[in-house]
């Protein structure tokens, strides 16, 4: 009796394993859902009213609030509440992202004799410093909105002095209530 409730019980088992094994065999990969990426590449327009100097321009690495400082999306639906889309994100931290066109846009200026960035070594008169304070998309009013706050510095770099310190912030209103959208509104708040 014993021996047959064993074979019984490895009849089972080895049913039970065949399965198992038949069912995992059929599964199929589970997909992710994929992440889309945005960038910011609108260059700023700048108007030169001065003339032409012999001063060299370092734009300096940008820096970023930490809740700014990463590649996810922010976003915000209620007060004092930052949220992260899903699956939607900055091609790099936002911050990182405005260097270039900061450095493009001062030379389209003709007023320096040489726009560098970071990580340039060499000397420089003026050093213009970046942080961004804000970029979220404002959910509670419709239609939505960019906000966008950015802290420049102008530093003679020489003396180490401010030049000048000034806050700029734009809201755009987003055509479309989504990730895109709000890309497309921050590229129209860097202009």
Request: aromatic share 8%; proline share 6%.
């Amino acid at each position: 009796n014993i021996l047959e409730i064993k074979l019984k019980l490895k009849i089972i088992m080895m049913l039970f394993i065949g399965l198992i094994t038949n069912a995992c065999a059929n599964l199929q990969p589970v997909k992710t859902p994929a992440i889309t990426t945005y960038t910011i590449d609108t260059v700023p327009v700048i108007s030169s009213y001065a003339q032409r100097s012999n001063k060299i321009l370092l734009i300096a690495t940008p820096t970023a609030e930490p809740s700014y400082n990463k590649k996810q999306m922010i976003y915000t639906d209620m007060p004092y509440e930052l949220k992260t889309f899903g699956r939607s994100e900055w091609s790099a931290p936002p911050a990182q992202l405005l260097q270039p066109l900061l450095a493009q846009s001062f030379s389209q200026t003709d007023y320096f004799h040489a726009v560098v960035a970071a990580p340039y070594t060499g000397q420089s008169d003026y050093r213009l410093e970046i942080r961004l304070i804000t970029l979220h998309q404002n959910f509670s009013q419709q239609p939505s909105e960019i906000q966008m706050a950015i802290q420049a510095r102008v530093m003679n770099h020489r003396t180490q002095r401010v030049i000048a310190d000034k806050l700029f912030t734009t809201t755009m209103h987003v055509n479309i209530d989504s990730p895109r959208g709000g890309a497309q509104a921050a590229n129209e708040a860097t202009s």
